[in-house]
């Protein structure tokens, strides 16, 4: 496990810190679609990813959930490390878009890194810093984008996540992470293919 973190973060962290995570972290394997965090819950571990993508929806008071964000290898999810900082219980849904491998953190070496490790203390800025911009374009493209420009969007940020222009997904869940209906989003996506963007398939889609 030390040689493929220091493979992945050798350029980011101290070598010390590669050696303290490798001795307290966790190593966990989880499928893709299998919830990660759950609304409601407290959170005592912050994840590292080191493969695989994560997506990070908010859920509202009717249960239906928007999309705020995925998290790609290297990262980790800000709003997890203000819920274990602060021991609140999460506000959010974290769900394993692919198959994923992780790399969790006690809550407890966050502040005792942020003050041993000069790259640790970065990372976490930064973390909080990419995910606030992601929030913002989120936010911009719900107040400011109409639905086809969101579902554009959307299927681009899923090619570049995935690396692949076939996309294994169905309406629904498309509906479900953009909080809208299954109906516009069929819609959509029969004209986006009309106009030569995307090839429908049965549960996929494959942009052109």
């Given at each position: ?9 050798a ?5 010390a ?8 972290g966790t ?11 759950k ?8 994840p ?25 290898r ?7 490390m ?22 969790m ?19 976490v ?35 570049k ?41 049965r ?6």
């Amino acid at each position: 496990m030390i040689q493929e973190l220091k493979q992945y973060f050798a350029a980011s962290f101290e070598p010390a810190l590669i050696e303290e995570m490798n001795r307290v972290g966790t190593f966990m394997e989880v499928p893709e679609g299998a919830d990660l965090i759950k609304p409601g819950q407290y959170i005592r571990s912050i994840p590292l990813l080191l493969e695989g993508s994560i997506k990070i929806l908010r859920p509202d008071a009717e249960g239906e959930e928007l999309l705020l964000y995925h998290l790609e290898r290297g990262e980790t999810c800000a709003m997890s490390m203000t819920c274990c900082l602060s021991d609140v219980r999460s506000e959010i849904h974290a769900v394993a878009e692919t198959d994923v491998r992780l790399l969790m953190i006690p809550v407890s070496k966050m502040e005792y890194w942020s003050s041993k490790y000069k790259s640790w203390r970065h990372f976490v800025m930064d973390s909080y810093h990419i995910r606030l911009m992601e929030l913002l374009e989120s936010i911009d493209n719900i107040a400011f984008n109409n639905m086809d420009t969101r579902l554009m969007h959307y299927l681009e940020e899923k090619v570049k996540i995935l690396n692949n222009t076939h996309i294994d997904i169905t309406h629904k869940e498309i509906a479900a992470d953009l909080h809208t209906s299954r109906v516009v989003v069929s819609r959509l996506l029969k004209k986006m293919e009309n106009d030569g963007v995307i090839r429908l398939h049965r549960s996929a889609i494959e942009m052109l």
